[in-house]
């Protein structure tokens, strides 16, 4: 079967990910270099399954050795990256370095060693402000902060790599993700977090105050509307692109992953006020830069190509989110 090599495994998505894949039977190399990820989630994979290696490794360094040793690296799943819109605003210089030259790297050192797979982690914030909705993958990309327009410089070399080099892909744009694994084992640390479901809960189990940071924006409570896929379902359609990747070649696919509807902030808010019957303080923050309105996804063409769709409700999600952050207040510690 080959092994998946996995990038920014000890992050938020890449860690329920690789519990995913392996609980799959996949035996996965794991790449970290922990800039916003935990060494207690390797510990806890690493303990709980016998098929995974893991390199503490930064993706703008040689690779060459990773290749080297782990010889049966069929394809990679590429989630290392900055990811925070504000924090782009404010350092570009960091979002197109980590995100772009990390990947070009990483996308080159595969070529060298002949792995021509990948399923990379892109995002809605490569379209900017919604001009309709659902927002398509034909939908114009007018990114507005320096994380989407990263993103979208990769999806462009990996594009003519595909067109040039050979190169298969993946590319799934992910809309807002939440939620933890289903058994709450496994989920979000950020510190600070800046995803709004993750932050509504533990607003709501009293483990650190909710700000509200959105700005006030042109929808009908003047919060933002936005997709939240639950966690589990996005990488359950990673491993189906991972499956297909496998069995055939020439595919060069770009798909949006969310769940085809829309919640402003505030629907998300009294969401997690019903489920845990507690009230959230509304404290308004400080309105964050970079955002837009309104945006969610059309999801026709991952359920076309690679018959997906997203199994776990909101409901769902917030109730793994309860596990997990019952167990882990402050998520992995270090
Ligand atoms: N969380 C979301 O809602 C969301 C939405 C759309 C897209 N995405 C994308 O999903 C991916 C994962 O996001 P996440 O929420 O899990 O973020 P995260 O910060 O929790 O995880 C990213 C991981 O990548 C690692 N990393 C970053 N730069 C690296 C480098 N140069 N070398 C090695 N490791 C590096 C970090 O240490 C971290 O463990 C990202 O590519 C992000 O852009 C996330």
């Not at 998505?13 to 970290?32: C, E, P, Q, R």
């Not at 509304?282 to 955002?291: D, L, P």
Request: net charge neutral.
């Amino acid at each position: 079967m080959g092994k998946i090599l996995v990038t920014g495994c000890a992050g938020y998505i890449g860690s329920v990910a690789t519990d995913l894949f392996l609980k799959n039977g996949y035996a996965i190399v794991g790449v970290d270099n922990f800039q916003t990820g935990y060494r207690l989630v390797i510990e806890v994979l690493k303990n709980k399954y016998k098929n995974f290696s893991f390199y503490e490794r930064d993706l703008k360094d040689n690779l060459d050795d990773i290749f080297q040793k782990e010889k049966d690296i069929k394809i990679v799943v590429h989630y290392a990256a900055s990811c925070m819109v504000d924090e782009s605003m404010k350092d570009p210089q960091k979002y197109f370095s980590n995100n772009v030259c990390g990947s070009l790297n990483l996308l080159n050192t595969m070529l060298k060693f002949n792995v021509k797979k990948i399923v990379f982690s892109s995002t809605c914030a490569v379209y900017g402000e919604t001009q309709y909705t659902p927002v398509d993958e034909n939908h114009p990309k007018n990114p507005i902060n320096p994380y989407g327009e990263s993103k979208r410089m990769v999806e462009k070399i990996i594009e003519w790599y595909g067109k040039l080099l050979g190169l298969n892909y993946f590319i799934l744009r992910y809309f807002n993700v939440c939620g933890a694994s289903d058994d709450g084992e496994i989920g979000d640390s950020k510190k600070p977090s800046v995803l709004l479901v993750q932050n509504a809960v533990r607003g709501a189990l009293g483990i650190e105050k909710f700000y509200l940071t959105c700005p006030k924006v042109d929808t009908p409570d003047n919060t933002p509307i936005r997709d939240y896929i639950n966690v589990v379902d996005l990488n359950e359609a990673h491993l189906l692109a991972v499956e297909k990747l496998l069995k055939e070649d020439n595919i060069f696919e770009i798909i949006n992953l969310g769940t085809g509807s829309g919640n402003s902030v505030l629907e998300i808010v009294s969401k997690v006020e019903e489920i845990t019957g507690k009230k959230i303080d509304r404290v308004f923050g400080k309105t964050r830069a970079g955002e837009y309105a309104k945006i969610y996804a059309s999801i026709e063409k991952a359920k076309k190509v690679l018959g997906w769709q997203p199994k776990r409700t909101i409901e769902d999600s917030v109730k793994s989110l309860i596990a997990w952050y019952q167990k882990h207040p402050n998520g992995w510690e270090k």
